[in-house]
């Protein structure tokens, strides 16, 4: 057994495979936390993550609850937060964006950022699709 899959297996957290699966356990969550793992064989931070993500969960005990997308999930999450970075954590509150926290961090860098989402008063606003919106220029005489 890999730890990511000793997530799921030996610690309980829910395996999201697609967005009714993430409504369903988001919705019953005051706070959550959802990992998005990638292949840890291209992206070897995932299993440092995968190992810090229950210490979150007993730091922060009873003000988030863990999820784990699995990884073709992940990558669709990944795009409708714009995502760029492996491995991530996204965290939402009732299923509403809270930020995420991309690669493996310094632990008090954690710590401060997972507070700041928990603490906050409202839901952020979700990053969009990541297409920047140029206008085309004027030609000459157009009014």
């Given amino acids: 057994m890999n730890l990511i899959d000793r997530l799921t297996a030996d610690l309980g957290y829910p395996l999201l495979t697609d967005q009714a699966s993430l409504e369903a356990f988001?919705?019953?969550?005051?706070?959550?936390?959802?990992?998005?793992?990638?292949?840890?064989?291209?992206?070897?931070?995932?299993?440092?993550?995968?190992?810090?993500?229950?210490?979150?969960?007993?730091?922060?005990?009873?003000?988030?609850?863990?999820?784990?997308?699995?990884?073709?999930?992940?990558?669709?999450?990944?795009?409708?937060?714009?995502i760029t970075e492996w491995p991530a954590l996204l965290f939402l509150r009732h299923g509403e964006y809270l930020g995420t926290i991309t690669?493996?961090?310094?632990?008090?860098?954690?710590?401060?950022?997972?507070?700041?989402?928990?603490s906050s008063s409202v839901p952020a606003k979700a990053p969009g699709i990541g297409i920047p919106v140029v206008g085309a220029p004027l030609a000459a005489g157009c009014h």
Avoid at 31 to 56: G, K, M, R, W
Avoid at 64 to 75: E, L, R, S
Avoid at 103 to 118: G, H, P
């Fill in 26 to 82: 988001a919705a019953t969550q005051e706070n959550s936390v959802v990992f998005l793992p990638a292949n840890p064989q291209h992206y070897p931070e995932t299993l440092d993550v995968a190992i810090v993500l229950p210490e979150f969960v007993k730091v922060f005990s009873g003000r988030m609850t863990a999820g784990v997308a699995d990884m073709n999930f992940a990558k669709e999450l990944a795009a409708k937060y714009s």
């Fill in 103 to 118: 690669r493996m961090r310094n632990w008090d860098v954690y710590l401060s950022k997972i507070n700041a989402f928990l």
